[in-house]
């Protein structure tokens, strides 16, 4: 029966009623409470190529973080139901099966980032992968949510067979001292992660520029900005098209409605905002589907353009594969 105002009111009435003459009482009293969430993985098919999202976490990202005007943040953090600030931005990394090669693009934080991440590798385990079946790391860019996953605590390659493919652009820039010098203090740990990233995979290491094809299947799409070498990956196989766009978004709330709204912490803020553009228009126009690392879980969806305003649409969770 299809759930109308009326017969949802008539259900809760019969509940109440059933609880009134103790029907229901106790139903699962013993119980307990779950208190932990279970790993987050979600799959979907791009032609033949299946995506399987996978969640790491999420970090808190106040507000303040992002070039907005207090009143209409909160404003607009009020109408998505969300508190004004902090609020919390997912981390998504994803698995692409290739057929024959198995691809993580990202790998979530890890240890680098705190505590409210590092959950990959659960993820990983519950669509039953083994770190040693991950044939190749690719990375959007190499801020540490997204490369943190490929070392242990030691610094070593959790993913022992992997190529570790990433931007040469990024690559340059993580490892100049003058750049490192430069950035806020803050900022500065950042360059150490990529570091240790890059060296734990230095012998089986693979940089790519511009627009290319990597590993016979995937394009990839310079949106430079939030780092010099951000990249999404194209996924396309028969007539399904999925852009993986990395972080072109970091709050949905804001940054469909105010694109120009980048985060304190991209590289060049002009930049970020003409590629999230020019992101937006390409997803919106060819109405391909996109998928963010911090877009909230799967990540999946698609980029409405109404009257001038950019407007995010989730896109359906497919049961069936
Ligand atoms: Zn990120």
């Known amino acids: 029966m299809p759930i109308s105002r009326r017969n949802l009111f008539a259900a809760s009435a019969g509940l109440a009623m059933a609880t009134a003459i103790g029907d229901i009482r106790t139903a699962n009293a013993s119980t307990e409470l779950a208190t932990v969430q279970m790993p987050g993985v ?108 490929a070392i242990d605590p030691h610094g070593n390659a959790v993913f022992s067979n992997a190529e570790m493919i990433v931007s040469e652009a990024d690559f340059r820039y993580w490892h100049d001292d003058t750049a490192l010098n430069q950035a806020p203090d803050a900022f500065k740990p950042f360059f150490s992660g990529a570091r240790t990233v890059a060296k734990a995979y230095e012998k089986r290491l693979t940089q790519f520029s511009g627009e290319t094809e990597l590993l016979g299947a995937l394009g990839t799409v310079p949106l430079p900005g939030h780092t010099p070498g951000h990249t ?67 990540g999946f969806g698609h980029v409405a353009l109404e009257k001038g305003e950019y407007r995010f649409v989730a896109a359906e969770w497919p049961y069936d594969l």
């Open 42 to 149: 979600i799959r979907r098919k791009v032609g033949t190529i299946e995506v399987t999202a996978l969640l790491d976490g999420y970090m808190e990202m106040p507000a303040a973080l992002f070039k907005a005007p207090e009143d209409e943040a909160a404003r607009l953090a009020w109408k998505q139901f969300q508190p004004a600030s902090p609020r919390l931005s997912p981390v998504n990394a994803f698995l692409i099966n290739l057929g024959e090669r198995l691809v993580l693009v990202d790998t979530g934080a890890a240890g680098l980032f705190g505590p409210t991440l590092g959950r990959t590798p659960q993820a990983l385990a519950a669509v039953g992968v083994k770190p040693e079946q991950i044939d190749a790391v690719l990375f959007t860019h190499m801020h540490p949510d997204h490369v943190g996953g």
């Open 232 to 298: 999404g990956f194209v996924v396309h196989s028969g007539d399904d098209t999925l852009l993986i766009w990395a972080d072109i978004v970091h709050h949905a709330a804001f940054q469909f409605a105010h694109p120009e709204w980048g985060p304190a912490f991209d590289v060049d803020g002009t930049l970020a905002t003409a590629s999230r553009k020019r992101a937006f228009d390409q997803a919106a126009h060819d109405r391909i589907l996109v998928a963010g690392m911090h877009l909230p879980f799967p």
